[in-house]
């Protein structure tokens, strides 16, 4: 699960740093799941909730500059 999340936060990344993409590229989406994912992660103790709020945090500011 864990590496799982990893996963999606750095392909969310690459997508947020290309440039050019019409319509965001789908990452609206890819957040709205990799937050859900954080959630439910969080949720069954698998990661605290300090960081998934974090790694949340993060997110939104990326969405915020695309």
């Known amino acids: ?5 990893e996963t999606r936060w750095k392909k969310l990344v690459a997508l947020s ?3 050019g ?3 965001d590229g789908g990452l609206k989406e ?4 990799l937050v859900s994912k954080l959630d439910k992660a969080a949720v069954h103790g698998v990661i ?3 960081r ?3 790694k949340k945090a993060r997110i939104a500011k990326l969405l915020s500059k695309k």
């Open 48 to 50: 605290p909730y300090g």
């Open 17 to 19: 740093q290309k440039k």
């Open 21 to 23: 993409e019409p319509n």
């Open 30 to 33: 890819r957040a709205r799941i």
């Open 1 to 5: 699960m864990r590496s799982e999340l």
């Open 52 to 54: 998934a709020d974090r």
